[in-house]
């Protein structure tokens, strides 16, 4: 299933809720995917458990704040790029979606060495979105 803003994406009351949402959904998914990532690169012990419990958290979540960025909800630290250019920010967000579920597949195993070669593409596919879609 892609990512896209269509009639079966979640309907907000306020585009506040709808920024509320995404910015929510992606502070937790950023909580999870930062366990990993310490593990990943040495800056944290590795924890076989600790990292499929993070995997598999980060693969539900990695889908959902995508749902909150249908046309009439811009602002936040979005950019309006996202609605000018929506094929292309659903490609960023379907790339990252297919990563999360690598990494969290790699997690799921135990192996460091496995989680670490996940990492990198994952963490790639979010700083190329954020690069073009997101104010800092």
């Known amino acids: 299933m892609g990512v896209s803003a269509s009639a079966d994406t979640l309907k907000f ?18 909580q999870h995917f930062g366990s990993l990532g310490a593990m990943a690169n040495g800056r944290a012990e590795f924890n076989a458990d600790l990292a499929k419990q993070n995997g598999a958290v980060l693969q ?22 996202i609605w000018k250019e929506k094929t292309k920010f659903d490609d960023h967000a379907n790339k990252f979606v297919a990563e999360a579920g690598k990494l969290g597949a790699a997690a799921k195993t135990g192996d460091l060495a496995q989680l670490k070669a996940a990492f990198g593409p994952a963490a790639q596919t979010c700083k190329a979105c954020h690069d073009v879609f997101r104010n800092r």
């Open 13 to 30: 009351g306020k585009t506040e809720d709808a920024i509320k949402y995404r910015q929510n959904a992606l502070f937790v998914m950023s």
């Open 60 to 81: 539900t979540l990695a889908a959902l704040p995508w749902q909150a960025f249908g046309k009439g909800t811009e602002g936040g630290k979005s950019k309006p790029e």
